[in-house]
């Protein structure tokens, strides 16, 4: 089974990731951060990705750590499960609508991190949850799951159905990503023989 199971404890978070790449999007979350949560379970529904994640982090700081290290460990455990990449799709790309909402999200499993993120809100908060902080989201799983990520609003108004479209568009390419194809045969997805570097 492509599982990994994460845990890092710092000074300013305690997180436990697990995750199984070939689950059903059962999830389990609980950030301590209500808005974060909502999507991390947006993206495990949508990548038909198992996620447990736990978190306690030092809220009476600020959000910062809680979700910069939910993203760290997340794109670990996906590093982790995913191994040598043998089979795998590799790209993913979605286009994500949600009411006058439309993101794009491509991505490739490449194993050289890298992420363009074009949207903006218009609002500062997202529930309690500061929206400076999805990009930096987004360009920390990017970090340590090894993917190149281009993340684009074509257009919206409502922050709350830009942010949504966004994960969901993330969880849908990462599927396809991350999926195996029989055709295949094991092979690495990459004329290198190798992914990274």
């Known amino acids: 089974m492509r599982t990994a199971r994460i845990e890092r404890n710092t000074a300013e ?46 809220l009476h700081v600020d959000q910062h750590h809680t979700t910069e290290d939910s993203a760290l460990a997340l794109g670990q455990a996906l590093s982790q499960a995913m191994g040598d990449k043998a089979g795998i799709g590799r790209y993913g790309q979605a286009f994500s609508p949600m009411d006058e909402t439309l993101a794009r999200v491509a991505l490739d499993i490449s194993g050289r991190p890298y992420c363009v993120f074009k949207a903006g809100f218009s609002q500062e908060k997202l529930g309690e949850w500061d929206t400076e902080l999805i990009q930096h989201w987004f360009e920390s799983i990017a970090q340590t799951a090894g993917i190149t990520l281009h993340i684009e609003l074509l257009y919206g108004s409502n922050n709350h159905h830009i942010c949504e479209a966004i994960y969901k568009g993330f969880a849908r390419a990462m599927r396809s990503g991350v999926e195996l194809d029989a055709r295949k045969g094991g092979a690495i997805p990459s004329t290198k023989g190798q992914l990274g570097g």
């Open 13 to 58: 978070t305690k997180i436990l990731v697990e995750i199984n790449l070939d689950g059903t999007g059962a999830y389990d979350v609980s950030t301590g951060i209500g808005f974060l949560d909502h999507m991390v379970e947006q993206f495990s529904r949508h990548s038909l990705i198992d996620v447990t994640m736990k978190i306690d982090g030092d």
